[in-house]
T-cell receptor
Framework: GQNIDQPTEMTATEGAIVQINCTYQTSGFNGLFWYQQHAGEAPTFLSYNVLDGLEEKGRFSSFLSRSKGYSYLLLKELQMKDSASYLCAVRNAGNMLTFGGGTRLMVKP | DTEVTQTPKHLVMGMTNKKSLKCEQHMGHRAMYWYKQKAKKPPELMFVYSYEKLSINESVPSRFSPECPNSSLLNLHLHALQPEDSALYLC???????????????FGPGTRLTVL
């Protein structure tokens, strides 16, 4: 089975940096994804890691350590529009995604 | 076209009704998925179609019946639903059903279903 943990809620200030952590225990690992979901909307793909290390995409970066079952999503220069839920999802060998509970991020002025 | 579309956007139905949710993509993706998402919860996988064949059914009750008429379309037929089935139903697609590479899933906007 899969067990994926992330904090339920986080608050940060506009312009700051925030790190959202995700820990996982899975039977079969074939990549970790981060999705952003605004209230009432579909999840949108942010990043993908399958090897250890950091992947950078503009203001967003994602890190993976497979030996520790750990990932984080780093958001820099926070903007108000970054207020959303951030979903960590682990893919198994059969291309099935299992989502963590999501982290609701609130960005304050 | 990098979009997954879903219709209807909202649906209200009684427990004796029969209705269908529709999903369409024109990205040439060969894997399509149905997820159910309750409020403030993550999406939960229901079904996976790979190359138009049902490859995964996550122990979903038979009152939900998926159908994949062709590689671009995915339907979810609903019959005799219960109020607890009220949720956001998300469709997604990816390049292929087998793993490997980024192969990320693209999600549609969802159908918000209310069962009375």
């Amino acid at each position: 089975g899969q067990n994926i943990d992330q904090p339920t809620e986080m608050t940060a200030t506009e312009g700051a940096i925030v790190q959202i952590n995700c820990t996982y225990q899975t039977s079969g690992f074939n990549g970790l994804f981060w999705y952003q979901q605004h209230a009432g909307e579909a999840p949108t793909f942010l990043s993908y890691n399958v090897l250890d290390g950091l992947e950078e995409k503009g203001r967003f970066s994602s890190f993976l350590s497979r030996s520790k079952g750990y990932s984080y999503l780093l958001l820099k220069e926070l903007q108000m529009k970054d207020s959303a839920s951030y979903l960590c999802a682990v893919r198994n060998a059969g291309n099935m995604l299992t989502f963590g509970g999501g982290t609701r991020l609130m960005v304050k002025p | 076209d990098t979009e997954v579309t879903q219709t209807p956007k909202h649906l209200v139905m009684g427990m004796t009704n029969k209705k269908s949710l529709k999903c369409e993509q024109h990205m040439g993706h060969r894997a399509m998925y149905w997820y159910k998402q309750k409020a403030k919860k993550p999406p939960e996988l229901m079904f996976v179609y790979s190359y138009e064949k049902l490859s995964i059914n996550e122990s979903v009750p038979s009152r939900f019946s998926p159908e994949c008429p062709n590689s671009s379309l995915l339907n979810l037929h609903l019959h005799a639903l219960q109020p607890e089935d009220s949720a956001l139903y998300l469709c997604a697609s990816s390049q292929e059903g087998s793993s490997g590479g980024e192969n990320e899933q693209f999600f549609g906007p969802g159908t918000r279903l209310t069962v009375l």
